[in-house]
Structures are given as structure tokens and as C-alpha cells.
């Protein structure tokens, strides 16, 4: 995920955007980059190997269906997510792992609806949901293509794997 560095382009955050659409940017950071993404990735998983550090994926983007029935995640959970890792509660909760992005999501969080932590149950067509993910799964596939050669398998082997 932090390889692809991907983020959407979407409308009142940018110029010109009316949809939202998937875009990738390696690192987060593809025009300062020298080396290969696989080397800075390398250079984050021994930092937090070696420093035994926690790292969060926090969804502050679009939830609960797709652009013009779903909308953005409240600010108010955002925050409620961010107080529960910087308090240590996330460390201790129970997890799901979503399938197809094989990302682990906790069951609970002080102040944040259960329901909203697994994108899944935000969406009041489940069927649409597993298409747009297994989409997006894919757009990850096809931006990853690039980066194939000189990437470790231990980080191939964490690519997103969609079901249809």
C-alpha cells in the first residue's frame, strides 16, 4: 500500500474533478523519489521492525457507497480513530481481515459507530461494494506492473487479490 501510495482525486479538493477517480503517487512522494519504491519501502519496514513500531491505515476519505450515495467519513470518527491509536486502545482490540486487501480492521472503537470500521457494512448494496473494491483491487495490480522488478516477494506476496 505505501509502495502504490494511492489516494483519489476528488471534487472540492481538486481543480476540475466533478467524479472522484483513483490515482497513484509511489511513496506518496513519485517525483522526489531516486531510488526504487521497493528501497524505501524496505528502509520503513526495518525502521519499524527495528523500533517496534504501530502503523494505521486510517480511512479519512469516501464511505458508504459509491460517489453520489456514499459520502466523506465524518470528521468527528476520524478524530475518534486517531484518540483511540495515539491512547493505545486499537493495540489491545479485537480485528477482522478484510478480503482482498488482506488489511486487518478493529471490531470496536471508542466513540465510532462499529459498523462504519469495515467499509463493507457501510454500503447498503454489498454487491456493489465487492465490485468497486475488486476494481480498485485491480487498478493496484496494474499500478504495481511497474514496480515488479526489484521488489522483494515478501512484498509481492502483500498485494491485494481480488475475487473475480
Keep these: ?10 471534487a472540492g479538493t481538486e481543480v476540475g474533478v466533478k467524479e ?14 531516486v531510488w526504487h519504491p521497493s ?3 524496505e528502509l520503513l519496514a ?6 517496534g513500531v504501530h502503523c494505521w491505515l486510517v480511512n479519512t476519505g469516501w464511505s458508504g457507497g459509491a460517489y453520489g450515495e456514499g459520502k466523506r467519513l465524518s470528521l468527528k470518527y476520524t478524530r475518534a480513530i486517531i484518540d483511540g491509536i495515539h491512547h493505545g486502545d486499537l493495540e489491545s482490540a ?4 478484510l478480503p482482498i486487501f488482506n488489511l ?5 472503537c471508542a466513540k465510532v459507530p462499529s459498523e462504519i470500521l469495515n467499509p463493507r ?8 461494494h465487492d465490485r468497486q473494491a475488486n476494481q480498485l483491487a485491480q487498478l493496484f495490480l496494474d499500478n504495481f506492473k511497474q514496480f ?9 506476496s502483500a498485494a491485494p487479490t481480488p475475487s473475480n
Excluded: R
Design 1 to 10: 500500500h505505501f509502495m502504490s501510495g494511492y489516494t483519489a482525486k476528488v
Design 20 to 33: 472522484p477517480s483513483a490515482t497513484f503517487s509511489a511513496c506518496f512522494g513519485a517525483p522526489f523519489l
Design 39 to 41: 528501497k524505501y519501502a
Design 46 to 51: 526495518e525502521k519499524v521492525e527495528k523500533d
Design 94 to 97: 479485537e480485528y477482522e481481515t
Design 104 to 108: 486487518q480492521v478493529p471490531k470496536l
Design 121 to 128: 457494512n457501510t454500503w447498503s448494496d454489498k454487491a456493489a
Design 148 to 156: 515488479e522488478d526489484g521488489t522483494s516477494d515478501a512484498i509481492l
